[in-house]
Protein backbone atom coordinates (compact mmCIF):
# COMPACT_ATOMS: atom_id res chain seq x y z
CA UNK A 1 0.00 0.00 0.00
CA UNK A 2 1.34 3.42 -0.78
CA UNK A 3 1.71 6.54 1.37
CA UNK A 4 -0.93 8.04 -0.62
CA UNK A 5 -3.14 5.22 -0.66
CA UNK A 6 -2.46 4.80 3.30
CA UNK A 7 -3.53 8.75 3.79
CA UNK A 8 -6.21 8.61 1.78
CA UNK A 9 -7.63 5.51 4.13
CA UNK A 10 -7.21 7.29 6.99
CA UNK A 11 -8.78 10.53 5.53
CA UNK A 12 -11.94 8.23 4.84
CA UNK A 13 -11.70 7.40 8.58
CA UNK A 14 -11.81 10.74 9.40
CA UNK A 15 -14.75 11.52 7.32
CA UNK A 16 -16.73 8.64 8.78
CA UNK A 17 -15.41 9.49 12.69
CA UNK A 18 -16.46 13.47 12.19
CA UNK A 19 -19.90 12.55 10.55
CA UNK A 20 -20.80 9.97 13.39
CA UNK A 21 -20.11 12.66 15.93
CA UNK A 22 -22.35 15.07 14.11
CA UNK A 23 -24.89 13.36 13.98
CA UNK A 24 -24.79 12.42 17.68
CA UNK A 25 -23.24 15.19 19.59
CA UNK A 26 -25.44 16.71 22.21
CA UNK A 27 -25.35 20.23 21.77
CA UNK A 28 -26.38 21.81 18.15
CA UNK A 29 -23.39 23.85 18.56
CA UNK A 30 -21.17 21.10 18.72
CA UNK A 31 -22.77 19.50 15.98
CA UNK A 32 -22.68 22.67 13.76
CA UNK A 33 -18.60 22.69 14.32
CA UNK A 34 -18.47 19.05 13.39
CA UNK A 35 -19.97 20.15 10.25
CA UNK A 36 -17.59 23.02 9.47
CA UNK A 37 -14.78 20.26 9.89
CA UNK A 38 -16.55 17.98 7.84
CA UNK A 39 -16.60 20.42 5.24
CA UNK A 40 -13.28 20.93 5.22
CA UNK A 41 -11.83 17.47 5.04
CA UNK A 42 -14.13 16.75 2.24
CA UNK A 43 -12.33 19.77 0.26
CA UNK A 44 -9.38 17.73 0.78
CA UNK A 45 -10.95 14.65 -0.54
CA UNK A 46 -12.28 16.15 -3.76
CA UNK A 47 -8.65 17.64 -4.06
CA UNK A 48 -7.65 14.01 -4.24
CA UNK A 49 -10.91 13.40 -6.54
CA UNK A 50 -8.68 15.39 -8.75
CA UNK A 51 -11.83 18.25 -8.87
CA UNK A 52 -10.29 21.34 -7.69
CA UNK A 53 -12.88 23.27 -8.85
CA UNK A 54 -14.92 21.51 -6.70
CA UNK A 55 -13.05 20.99 -3.51
CA UNK A 56 -12.63 25.44 -3.59
CA UNK A 57 -16.62 25.49 -3.83
CA UNK A 58 -17.02 22.87 -1.21
CA UNK A 59 -14.52 24.71 1.14
CA UNK A 60 -16.07 28.57 0.93
CA UNK A 61 -19.68 27.33 0.60
CA UNK A 62 -20.00 23.80 2.26
CA UNK A 63 -17.46 24.93 4.34
CA UNK A 64 -17.94 28.75 5.18
CA UNK A 65 -21.08 30.08 3.99
CA UNK A 66 -23.13 26.98 5.42
CA UNK A 67 -21.38 26.93 8.98
CA UNK A 68 -22.06 30.83 9.03
CA UNK A 69 -25.39 30.16 8.32
CA UNK A 70 -25.89 27.50 10.79
CA UNK A 71 -23.81 28.76 14.02
CA UNK A 72 -25.97 32.05 13.75
CA UNK A 73 -28.89 29.59 13.45
CA UNK A 74 -27.97 27.86 16.44
CA UNK A 75 -27.03 30.57 18.94
CA UNK A 76 -30.65 32.43 17.88
CA UNK A 77 -32.29 28.50 19.15
CA UNK A 78 -30.41 27.57 21.54
CA UNK A 79 -33.68 27.92 24.08
CA UNK A 80 -35.39 25.55 21.97
CA UNK A 81 -32.63 22.95 22.90
CA UNK A 82 -34.31 21.22 26.16
CA UNK A 83 -37.76 21.02 24.98
CA UNK A 84 -36.59 19.02 21.75
CA UNK A 85 -34.53 16.82 24.36
CA UNK A 86 -38.15 15.43 25.14
CA UNK A 87 -38.97 14.35 22.05
CA UNK A 88 -36.09 11.98 21.03
CA UNK A 89 -37.91 9.42 19.17
CA UNK A 90 -38.20 5.83 21.17
CA UNK A 91 -35.93 2.77 20.71
CA UNK A 92 -38.72 0.94 17.80
CA UNK A 93 -38.32 4.13 15.87
CA UNK A 94 -34.58 4.70 15.73
CA UNK A 95 -34.24 0.92 15.12
CA UNK A 96 -36.01 1.26 11.93
CA UNK A 97 -34.54 4.25 10.99
CA UNK A 98 -31.00 2.49 11.40
CA UNK A 99 -32.09 -0.17 9.71
CA UNK A 100 -33.54 1.77 6.56
CA UNK A 101 -29.86 4.14 6.67
CA UNK A 102 -28.15 0.81 6.92
CA UNK A 103 -29.89 -0.67 3.82
CA UNK A 104 -29.49 2.60 1.62
CA UNK A 105 -25.56 3.21 2.80
CA UNK A 106 -25.31 -0.69 1.50
CA UNK A 107 -27.30 0.14 -1.61
CA UNK A 108 -24.94 3.23 -2.38
CA UNK A 109 -22.02 1.23 -1.78
CA UNK A 110 -22.98 -1.77 -4.16
CA UNK A 111 -23.31 1.18 -6.81
CA UNK A 112 -20.02 2.13 -6.12
CA UNK A 113 -18.63 -0.87 -6.51
CA UNK A 114 -20.82 -2.17 -9.06
CA UNK A 115 -19.77 0.70 -11.47
CA UNK A 116 -19.12 -0.31 -15.05
CA UNK A 117 -15.28 -0.80 -16.02
CA UNK A 118 -14.12 1.01 -18.63
CA UNK A 119 -16.42 3.86 -17.59
CA UNK A 120 -18.10 5.62 -19.23
CA UNK A 121 -16.96 9.47 -20.17
CA UNK A 122 -17.12 12.90 -21.79
CA UNK A 123 -14.09 14.01 -21.16
CA UNK A 124 -12.71 13.47 -24.55
CA UNK A 125 -15.44 15.49 -25.90
CA UNK A 126 -15.04 18.36 -23.60
CA UNK A 127 -11.70 18.34 -24.46
CA UNK A 128 -11.79 18.31 -28.23
CA UNK A 129 -14.94 20.91 -28.06
CA UNK A 130 -12.24 23.04 -26.17
CA UNK A 131 -11.49 24.96 -29.12
CA UNK A 132 -14.71 26.31 -29.36
CA UNK A 133 -14.54 28.80 -26.18
CA UNK A 134 -10.42 29.45 -26.11
CA UNK A 135 -10.82 28.81 -22.26
CA UNK A 136 -8.11 26.43 -20.37
CA UNK A 137 -10.47 25.31 -17.43
CA UNK A 138 -12.36 22.25 -18.92
CA UNK A 139 -14.86 22.93 -15.87
CA UNK A 140 -15.32 26.03 -16.50
CA UNK A 141 -16.37 25.72 -20.91
CA UNK A 142 -18.42 23.15 -19.28
CA UNK A 143 -20.21 25.68 -17.00
CA UNK A 144 -20.33 28.36 -19.08
CA UNK A 145 -20.59 26.97 -22.86
CA UNK A 146 -21.89 23.46 -23.11
CA UNK A 147 -24.16 23.76 -20.17
CA UNK A 148 -24.60 27.09 -20.12
CA UNK A 149 -28.30 26.40 -19.55
CA UNK A 150 -27.89 25.03 -16.00
CA UNK A 151 -25.80 27.60 -14.90
CA UNK A 152 -28.69 30.54 -16.10
CA UNK A 153 -31.10 28.26 -14.28
CA UNK A 154 -29.20 28.01 -11.60
CA UNK A 155 -28.83 31.52 -11.05
CA UNK A 156 -32.69 31.97 -11.25
CA UNK A 157 -33.21 29.36 -8.34
CA UNK A 158 -31.03 31.44 -6.35
CA UNK A 159 -32.68 34.23 -7.11
CA UNK A 160 -35.94 32.87 -5.98
CA UNK A 161 -34.52 31.11 -2.99
CA UNK A 162 -33.51 34.65 -1.92
CA UNK A 163 -37.24 35.95 -2.83
CA UNK A 164 -38.55 32.75 -0.56
CA UNK A 165 -35.95 34.24 2.34
CA UNK A 166 -37.87 37.38 1.97
CA UNK A 167 -41.10 36.50 1.85
CA UNK A 168 -41.55 34.91 5.02
CA UNK A 169 -40.71 38.42 6.92
CA UNK A 170 -44.23 39.48 8.81
CA UNK A 171 -46.37 41.75 6.75
CA UNK A 172 -45.24 45.24 8.62
CA UNK A 173 -41.85 44.41 8.22
CA UNK A 174 -41.62 44.00 4.55
CA UNK A 175 -39.28 45.56 2.91
CA UNK A 176 -37.13 46.45 6.05
CA UNK A 177 -33.46 45.48 7.36
CA UNK A 178 -32.78 41.43 7.44
CA UNK A 179 -31.12 40.03 10.23
CA UNK A 180 -30.26 42.00 13.74
CA UNK A 181 -28.25 45.04 14.12
CA UNK A 182 -24.31 43.95 14.79
CA UNK A 183 -22.50 46.10 17.04
CA UNK A 184 -19.18 45.37 17.75
CA UNK A 185 -16.34 46.84 19.53
CA UNK A 186 -15.19 49.92 16.98
CA UNK A 187 -11.82 49.08 18.88
CA UNK A 188 -11.90 45.69 18.93
CA UNK A 189 -10.30 42.74 17.41
CA UNK A 190 -13.27 41.78 15.25
CA UNK A 191 -13.40 45.60 13.92
CA UNK A 192 -9.94 45.24 13.32
CA UNK A 193 -9.98 42.35 11.54
CA UNK A 194 -12.90 43.46 9.10
CA UNK A 195 -10.91 46.17 8.01
CA UNK A 196 -7.73 44.04 7.09
CA UNK A 197 -9.07 41.16 5.68
CA UNK A 198 -11.79 42.41 3.13
CA UNK A 199 -9.19 44.53 0.75
CA UNK A 200 -7.47 41.10 0.72
CA UNK A 201 -10.74 38.99 0.36
CA UNK A 202 -11.66 41.45 -2.53
CA UNK A 203 -8.39 40.99 -4.00
CA UNK A 204 -8.10 37.03 -3.78
CA UNK A 205 -12.05 36.77 -4.83
CA UNK A 206 -11.41 38.75 -8.18
CA UNK A 207 -8.15 36.47 -8.65
CA UNK A 208 -9.83 33.11 -8.56
CA UNK A 209 -13.02 34.68 -10.60
CA UNK A 210 -9.80 35.63 -13.39
CA UNK A 211 -7.83 32.85 -13.08
CA UNK A 212 -10.80 30.49 -13.62
CA UNK A 213 -10.27 31.09 -17.14
CA UNK A 214 -7.47 28.76 -17.56
CA UNK A 215 -6.83 27.89 -14.12
CA UNK A 216 -9.31 26.02 -10.72
CA UNK A 217 -11.35 28.91 -10.07
CA UNK A 218 -14.33 30.77 -11.51
CA UNK A 219 -17.74 32.64 -10.72
CA UNK A 220 -19.33 30.01 -7.91
CA UNK A 221 -15.94 30.31 -6.08
CA UNK A 222 -14.87 34.09 -6.44
CA UNK A 223 -18.75 34.85 -5.86
CA UNK A 224 -18.52 32.85 -2.29
CA UNK A 225 -15.32 34.31 -1.11
CA UNK A 226 -16.46 37.78 -1.73
CA UNK A 227 -19.98 37.16 -0.15
CA UNK A 228 -17.59 36.05 2.53
CA UNK A 229 -15.77 39.23 2.89
CA UNK A 230 -18.77 41.32 2.70
CA UNK A 231 -20.63 39.12 5.68
CA UNK A 232 -17.34 39.97 7.48
CA UNK A 233 -17.53 43.47 7.07
CA UNK A 234 -21.54 43.55 8.55
CA UNK A 235 -21.06 41.46 11.17
CA UNK A 236 -18.02 43.66 12.81
CA UNK A 237 -20.86 46.72 12.75
CA UNK A 238 -19.00 48.65 9.97
CA UNK A 239 -21.65 48.49 7.69
CA UNK A 240 -25.51 47.73 7.59
CA UNK A 241 -27.05 45.10 5.31
CA UNK A 242 -29.10 47.58 2.96
CA UNK A 243 -32.67 47.12 3.93
CA UNK A 244 -34.81 44.59 1.09
CA UNK A 245 -36.25 47.13 -0.72
CA UNK A 246 -33.42 49.16 -2.19
CA UNK A 247 -33.51 49.38 -5.57
CA UNK A 248 -29.93 49.39 -6.19
CA UNK A 249 -29.80 46.32 -4.21
CA UNK A 250 -32.23 44.65 -6.45
CA UNK A 251 -30.63 45.67 -9.82
CA UNK A 252 -27.42 44.16 -8.87
CA UNK A 253 -29.17 40.92 -7.53
CA UNK A 254 -30.65 40.76 -11.32
CA UNK A 255 -27.61 41.90 -12.96
CA UNK A 256 -26.01 38.58 -13.30
CA UNK A 257 -28.90 36.37 -14.59
CA UNK A 258 -30.20 39.73 -16.72
CA UNK A 259 -26.41 40.00 -18.69
CA UNK A 260 -26.67 35.90 -19.09
CA UNK A 261 -30.23 36.37 -20.85
CA UNK A 262 -29.60 38.95 -22.84
CA UNK A 263 -26.31 37.37 -24.02
CA UNK A 264 -28.27 33.70 -24.52
CA UNK A 265 -31.18 35.84 -26.59
CA UNK A 266 -28.21 37.69 -28.98
CA UNK A 267 -26.72 34.21 -29.57
CA UNK A 268 -30.82 33.35 -30.38
CA UNK A 269 -30.89 36.25 -32.96
CA UNK A 270 -27.53 37.09 -34.33
CA UNK A 271 -26.13 33.13 -33.78
CA UNK A 272 -27.42 29.77 -34.24
CA UNK A 273 -29.02 29.19 -31.15
CA UNK A 274 -29.62 29.96 -27.55
CA UNK A 275 -26.64 30.76 -25.79
CA UNK A 276 -24.63 30.09 -28.63
CA UNK A 277 -21.73 31.89 -28.84
CA UNK A 278 -19.66 33.26 -31.65
CA UNK A 279 -15.99 31.96 -32.01
CA UNK A 280 -14.03 34.83 -32.45
CA UNK A 281 -15.64 36.74 -29.18
CA UNK A 282 -16.65 33.66 -27.33
CA UNK A 283 -14.00 34.65 -24.50
CA UNK A 284 -14.70 38.44 -23.78
CA UNK A 285 -18.41 37.40 -23.64
CA UNK A 286 -17.92 34.39 -20.64
CA UNK A 287 -15.54 36.39 -19.22
CA UNK A 288 -18.50 39.44 -18.89
CA UNK A 289 -21.15 37.21 -18.06
CA UNK A 290 -19.09 35.94 -15.33
CA UNK A 291 -18.05 39.07 -13.66
CA UNK A 292 -21.90 40.19 -13.81
CA UNK A 293 -22.25 36.72 -12.02
CA UNK A 294 -19.72 36.66 -9.40
CA UNK A 295 -21.71 39.85 -8.53
CA UNK A 296 -24.61 39.02 -8.21
CA UNK A 297 -23.70 35.49 -6.54
CA UNK A 298 -21.75 37.47 -3.95
CA UNK A 299 -24.71 39.84 -3.12
CA UNK A 300 -27.41 36.52 -3.34
CA UNK A 301 -25.09 34.66 -0.61
CA UNK A 302 -24.13 37.74 1.63
CA UNK A 303 -28.16 38.16 1.81
CA UNK A 304 -29.49 34.74 1.80
CA UNK A 305 -27.07 34.23 4.68
CA UNK A 306 -28.11 37.27 6.49
CA UNK A 307 -31.86 36.35 6.41
CA UNK A 308 -35.75 37.43 6.25
CA UNK A 309 -36.27 41.16 7.20
CA UNK A 310 -36.12 41.92 10.79
CA UNK A 311 -36.36 45.53 11.38
CA UNK A 312 -37.87 48.06 9.78
CA UNK A 313 -35.72 50.89 10.68
CA UNK A 314 -31.92 50.87 10.55
CA UNK A 315 -31.70 51.12 14.24
CA UNK B 1 -9.34 -1.12 -4.65
CA UNK B 2 -8.51 2.60 -5.81
CA UNK B 3 -8.66 5.58 -3.98
CA UNK B 4 -11.96 7.07 -5.56
CA UNK B 5 -13.68 3.67 -4.74
CA UNK B 6 -12.27 4.50 -1.03
CA UNK B 7 -13.60 7.50 -0.61
CA UNK B 8 -17.23 6.34 -2.55
CA UNK B 9 -17.14 3.80 -0.04
CA UNK B 10 -16.82 6.10 3.11
CA UNK B 11 -19.30 9.08 1.46
CA UNK B 12 -22.39 6.20 1.03
CA UNK B 13 -21.35 5.65 4.86
CA UNK B 14 -21.71 9.02 5.30
CA UNK B 15 -24.99 9.36 3.60
CA UNK B 16 -26.59 6.61 5.27
CA UNK B 17 -25.41 8.29 8.92
CA UNK B 18 -26.76 11.53 7.29
CA UNK B 19 -30.19 9.91 6.17
CA UNK B 20 -30.69 8.24 9.68
CA UNK B 21 -29.99 11.44 11.72
CA UNK B 22 -32.17 13.08 9.14
CA UNK B 23 -34.81 10.45 10.58
CA UNK B 24 -34.08 10.79 14.70
CA UNK B 25 -33.02 13.98 15.40
CA UNK B 26 -36.17 15.93 16.39
CA UNK B 27 -35.02 19.71 16.57
CA UNK B 28 -35.57 20.95 12.77
CA UNK B 29 -31.70 22.62 13.10
CA UNK B 30 -30.00 19.22 13.63
CA UNK B 31 -32.27 17.82 10.70
CA UNK B 32 -31.20 19.92 7.81
CA UNK B 33 -27.36 19.70 9.21
CA UNK B 34 -28.06 16.00 8.54
CA UNK B 35 -29.60 16.61 5.39
CA UNK B 36 -26.77 18.42 4.53
CA UNK B 37 -24.42 15.74 5.03
CA UNK B 38 -26.43 12.99 3.09
CA UNK B 39 -26.00 15.49 0.62
CA UNK B 40 -22.21 15.71 0.51
CA UNK B 41 -22.27 12.08 0.52
CA UNK B 42 -24.05 12.19 -2.87
CA UNK B 43 -22.46 14.59 -4.03
CA UNK B 44 -18.92 12.72 -3.87
CA UNK B 45 -20.34 9.94 -5.37
CA UNK B 46 -20.22 12.23 -7.92
CA UNK B 47 -17.00 12.53 -8.03
CA UNK B 48 -16.34 8.97 -7.88
CA UNK B 49 -17.57 8.85 -11.45
CA UNK B 50 -16.22 11.88 -12.51
CA UNK B 51 -12.23 10.50 -11.32
CA UNK B 52 -12.93 7.07 -13.11
CA UNK B 53 -14.07 8.98 -16.05
CA UNK B 54 -10.28 10.36 -16.34
CA UNK B 55 -9.73 10.96 -20.41
CA UNK B 56 -7.84 12.93 -22.85
CA UNK B 57 -5.26 14.24 -20.61
CA UNK B 58 -7.90 15.63 -18.18
CA UNK B 59 -7.79 14.20 -14.26
CA UNK B 60 -11.43 13.74 -14.17
CA UNK B 61 -14.76 14.24 -15.93
CA UNK B 62 -15.38 17.48 -16.36
CA UNK B 63 -19.26 17.23 -16.74
CA UNK B 64 -20.08 15.84 -13.73
CA UNK B 65 -18.02 18.25 -11.49
CA UNK B 66 -19.63 21.18 -13.55
CA UNK B 67 -22.87 19.56 -11.86
CA UNK B 68 -21.82 19.34 -8.22
CA UNK B 69 -20.92 22.82 -8.26
CA UNK B 70 -23.92 24.04 -9.38
CA UNK B 71 -25.83 21.17 -6.83
CA UNK B 72 -24.01 22.72 -4.20
CA UNK B 73 -24.71 26.38 -4.56
CA UNK B 74 -28.45 25.22 -4.77
CA UNK B 75 -28.00 22.78 -1.66
CA UNK B 76 -27.01 26.30 -0.03
CA UNK B 77 -29.45 28.37 -0.94
CA UNK B 78 -32.15 25.59 0.21
CA UNK B 79 -30.28 25.55 3.17
CA UNK B 80 -30.42 28.73 3.83
CA UNK B 81 -34.66 28.93 2.99
CA UNK B 82 -34.92 25.97 5.42
CA UNK B 83 -32.65 27.88 8.60
CA UNK B 84 -34.91 31.28 7.50
CA UNK B 85 -37.98 28.99 8.11
CA UNK B 86 -37.36 27.37 11.13
CA UNK B 87 -36.35 30.88 12.64
CA UNK B 88 -39.47 32.26 11.72
CA UNK B 89 -41.18 29.07 13.15
CA UNK B 90 -39.60 29.97 16.32
CA UNK B 91 -40.56 33.52 16.20
CA UNK B 92 -43.95 32.80 15.01
CA UNK B 93 -44.33 29.90 17.81
CA UNK B 94 -42.51 30.20 20.22
CA UNK B 95 -40.83 26.79 19.64
CA UNK B 96 -38.86 24.73 16.83
CA UNK B 97 -41.24 21.35 17.69
CA UNK B 98 -42.43 19.50 14.72
CA UNK B 99 -44.95 17.91 16.49
CA UNK B 100 -48.61 18.38 15.75
CA UNK B 101 -49.72 17.52 19.03
CA UNK B 102 -47.37 20.13 21.06
CA UNK B 103 -49.11 23.26 22.59
CA UNK B 104 -48.40 26.29 21.01
CA UNK B 105 -46.69 28.96 23.17
CA UNK B 106 -46.73 32.57 22.89
CA UNK B 107 -44.65 33.90 20.12
CA UNK B 108 -41.73 36.48 20.40
CA UNK B 109 -43.64 39.17 17.77
CA UNK B 110 -46.85 40.10 19.09
CA UNK B 111 -47.96 41.81 15.76
CA UNK B 112 -47.34 38.87 13.31
CA UNK B 113 -49.79 38.33 10.67
CA UNK C 1 21.44 19.94 -3.70
CA UNK C 2 17.40 18.62 -4.30
CA UNK C 3 18.68 15.90 -1.83
CA UNK C 4 19.28 18.84 0.65
CA UNK C 5 16.25 20.13 -0.23
CA UNK C 6 14.58 17.32 0.16
CA UNK C 7 15.59 16.81 3.84
CA UNK C 8 15.01 20.21 4.87
CA UNK C 9 11.69 19.62 3.85
CA UNK C 10 11.06 16.47 5.63
CA UNK C 11 12.58 17.63 8.59
CA UNK C 12 10.83 20.90 8.41
CA UNK C 13 7.46 19.43 7.81
CA UNK C 14 8.23 16.49 10.72
CA UNK C 15 8.68 19.26 13.41
CA UNK C 16 5.63 21.07 12.19
CA UNK C 17 3.56 18.04 12.75
CA UNK C 18 4.95 17.61 16.32
CA UNK C 19 3.48 21.07 16.78
CA UNK C 20 0.08 19.70 15.57
CA UNK C 21 0.13 16.78 17.74
CA UNK C 22 1.62 18.94 20.88
CA UNK C 23 -1.54 21.30 20.08
CA UNK C 24 -3.85 18.30 19.48
CA UNK C 25 -2.88 17.06 23.04
CA UNK C 26 -3.08 20.37 24.85
CA UNK C 27 -6.52 20.73 23.43
CA UNK C 28 -8.00 17.43 25.20
CA UNK C 29 -5.81 17.69 28.30
CA UNK C 30 -5.93 21.44 29.50
CA UNK C 31 -8.75 21.96 32.01
CA UNK C 32 -10.35 25.41 30.44
CA UNK C 33 -10.81 27.68 27.53
CA UNK C 34 -7.78 30.04 28.07
CA UNK C 35 -5.29 27.48 28.29
CA UNK C 36 -6.67 25.55 25.29
CA UNK C 37 -6.61 28.63 23.12
CA UNK C 38 -2.59 29.03 24.23
CA UNK C 39 -2.26 25.26 22.97
CA UNK C 40 -4.19 25.68 19.59
CA UNK C 41 -2.07 28.71 18.99
CA UNK C 42 1.17 26.72 18.96
CA UNK C 43 -0.27 24.66 16.19
CA UNK C 44 -1.40 27.50 14.20
CA UNK C 45 1.54 29.37 14.16
CA UNK C 46 4.54 27.54 14.68
CA UNK C 47 3.08 24.25 13.12
CA UNK C 48 1.90 25.64 10.06
CA UNK C 49 4.59 28.24 10.26
CA UNK C 50 7.39 25.03 10.11
CA UNK C 51 5.03 23.00 7.28
CA UNK C 52 4.80 25.87 5.02
CA UNK C 53 9.16 26.05 5.71
CA UNK C 54 9.19 22.62 4.47
CA UNK C 55 7.34 23.68 1.95
CA UNK C 56 9.24 26.39 0.52
CA UNK C 57 11.79 24.64 -1.38
CA UNK C 58 9.63 22.17 -3.20
CA UNK C 59 7.60 25.56 -4.31
CA UNK C 60 9.01 25.20 -7.83
CA UNK C 61 8.80 29.37 -8.56
CA UNK C 62 9.17 32.30 -5.91
CA UNK C 63 5.67 33.16 -6.78
CA UNK C 64 4.44 29.65 -5.62
CA UNK C 65 6.32 30.21 -1.91
CA UNK C 66 5.12 34.05 -1.56
CA UNK C 67 1.64 31.87 -1.90
CA UNK C 68 2.64 29.70 0.61
CA UNK C 69 3.90 31.94 2.96
CA UNK C 70 0.48 34.54 2.49
CA UNK C 71 -2.04 31.29 3.38
CA UNK C 72 0.39 31.44 6.44
CA UNK C 73 -0.03 35.06 7.05
CA UNK C 74 -3.66 34.85 6.77
CA UNK C 75 -3.92 31.61 8.95
CA UNK C 76 -2.32 33.91 11.63
CA UNK C 77 -4.61 36.99 11.08
CA UNK C 78 -7.74 34.74 11.43
CA UNK C 79 -6.23 32.71 14.46
CA UNK C 80 -5.24 35.76 16.56
CA UNK C 81 -8.18 37.71 15.95
CA UNK C 82 -10.64 34.38 16.64
CA UNK C 83 -8.51 33.27 20.14
CA UNK C 84 -8.92 36.97 20.82
CA UNK C 85 -12.68 36.48 20.32
CA UNK C 86 -12.70 33.60 22.25
CA UNK C 87 -10.75 34.53 25.50
CA UNK C 88 -12.81 37.52 25.87
CA UNK C 89 -15.80 35.70 25.02
CA UNK C 90 -15.02 32.89 27.77
CA UNK C 91 -13.63 35.76 30.48
CA UNK C 92 -17.44 37.60 30.38
CA UNK C 93 -18.80 33.82 30.61
CA UNK C 94 -16.79 32.98 33.67
CA UNK C 95 -17.38 36.61 35.08
CA UNK C 96 -21.30 35.72 34.90
CA UNK C 97 -20.86 32.30 36.21
CA UNK C 98 -20.91 29.87 34.17
CA UNK C 99 -18.45 27.31 33.48
CA UNK C 100 -15.32 27.62 31.52
CA UNK C 101 -12.12 28.97 34.16
CA UNK C 102 -11.65 26.77 37.15
CA UNK C 103 -11.63 29.31 39.96
CA UNK C 104 -9.02 29.73 42.63
CA UNK C 105 -10.83 29.48 45.59
CA UNK C 106 -8.59 31.33 48.54
CA UNK C 107 -8.06 29.12 51.77
CA UNK C 108 -8.68 30.45 55.23
CA UNK C 109 -5.51 32.09 55.51
CA UNK C 110 -5.84 34.00 52.62
CA UNK C 111 -3.42 32.19 50.05
CA UNK C 112 -4.89 30.48 46.87
CA UNK C 113 -5.02 26.39 46.75
New interface residues.
Partial sequence: MTIAAALETVLAALILAIAIWTIAARETFAAVAGFVVYGLLLALVWVRLEAVDVALTEAAIGGGLSGVLLLGAAARLRATETRAVMERPDKILRLGAAILSATVAAGLAAGVLLLTDPAPTLASAAATNAAATGLGNPVTNVLMAFRATDTLLEKVVLLLALVGVWSLASDRLWGGFPGPRHQADPLGALAFLARLLPPVGIVVGIYILWAGANHPGGAFQAGAILAAMWLLVMMAGLTDVPPVSSRRLRLVLIAGPGVFLVVGLGGLCFGTAFLAYPVASAKPLILGIEAAMTLTIAVTLGLLVAGAPERRDGQ | MS???????????????????L?????P??K???F??LG??????F?????????????????P??????G???A??????A??????L?QGAG???L?ADAPASAGT?P??? | MKFMLDIVTVTAISAGAFFFLAGTVGLLRFPDTLTRLHALTKADNLGLGLVVLGLLPQAGSLRGGFKLICVWLLVLLAGATVSQLIARAALANEANGQRGRPRTRARQDGSPT
Fill in positions: AATVFGLCSAAAAGLGLYGIVNPELRIIANLSGIFIIGVVARRGAAAALGADPVQALVITMVVFSATALVALVLRFSTTDDTDA
